[in-house]
């Protein structure tokens, strides 16, 4: 909890900081990252340890496990909403601080068919691709389980370079009125959660090769599967 919370509090400033461009702001970015992916690194350690190794994972256990991460879900439901009702709120009702229309004048939006339209294809692709290894881990098809989690990483990783070439190509920053701080919003932040769900598949993907994953036994895959549908 401290690290966690240290590294949160760190990336927080740090990238408001960077933002800014205030001098230390990359810095401290880089810092809280690096905290939080070692509390993730420890945390989920020691979960593998207590299902795999010791069978502390008991029914009652997974019962809880579920629910806990369900609820993390509507968390995160709410937050995203958030940014949901910014958009909407500015787009059906400009104020006249942007002139009253939408988009405000001067900026020059993404066309929605190209790369935004093929990345819902490949995420959609890659939500088939998870559902793909949970019916394998069901049934028992080990090295198909494995093959269909390599397919939904890759995927995700190609959604990944894409949403970084559209940020390269995007005429317009997250400073550019409300526009340019709801889109980078609402996109950075499902950007990063896409990562973190690769990070969760590429972990569940080594555990179902090393065996760590049975029909009875896959808490941590259905955790990252609701993660990955919910992106």
């Known amino acids: 909890p401290i690290s966690g919370s240290l590294g949160a509090l760190a990336t927080t400033v740090g990238g408001v900081m960077y933002m800014h461009s205030f001098q230390g702001g990359a810095t401290l970015l880089s810092l809280g990252?690096?905290?939080i992916l070692y509390t993730m690194f420890v945390w989920w350690r020691d979960v593998l340890r207590e299902s795999t190794l010791e069978g502390h994972h008991t029914k009652v256990v997974q019962l809880g496990l579920r629910y806990g991460f369900i609820l993390f879900i509507v968390s995160e439901v709410m937050f995203f909403f958030a940014f949901f009702w910014a958009f909407f709120h500015s787009s059906l009702a400009p104020t006249v601080e942007i002139g009253g229309i939408w988009p405000p004048k001067g900026i020059w939006v993404l066309d929605p068919w190209e790369i935004p339209f093929l990345n819902t294809l490949i995420l959609l692709s890659s939500g088939a691709?998870?559902?793909w290894a949970h019916h394998a881990i069901l049934a028992g098809k080990e090295k198909r389980a494995v093959y269909a989690l390599v397919a939904t990483v890759l995927l995700a990783l190609v959604?990944?370079?894409?949403?970084?070439?559209?940020?390269?190509?995007?005429?317009f920053t997250i400073s550019d009125s409300i526009y340019g701080s709801t889109f980078y919003l609402a996109t950075g932040f499902h950007g990063f959660h896409v990562i973190i769900g690769t990070l969760f598949l590429i972990i569940c993907g080594i555990r179902q090769y090393l065996g760590h994953l049975t029909k009875e036994h896959h808490?941590?895959?259905?955790?990252?599967?609701w993660y990955w549908h919910f992106v």
Do not use: K, S
């Open 129 to 131: 691709a998870v559902t």
């Open 33 to 35: 990252l690096l905290f």
């Open 159 to 171: 959604f990944t370079g894409f949403q970084g070439m559209e940020y390269y190509q995007a005429p």
């Open 219 to 225: 808490v941590g895959f259905e955790a990252a599967a």
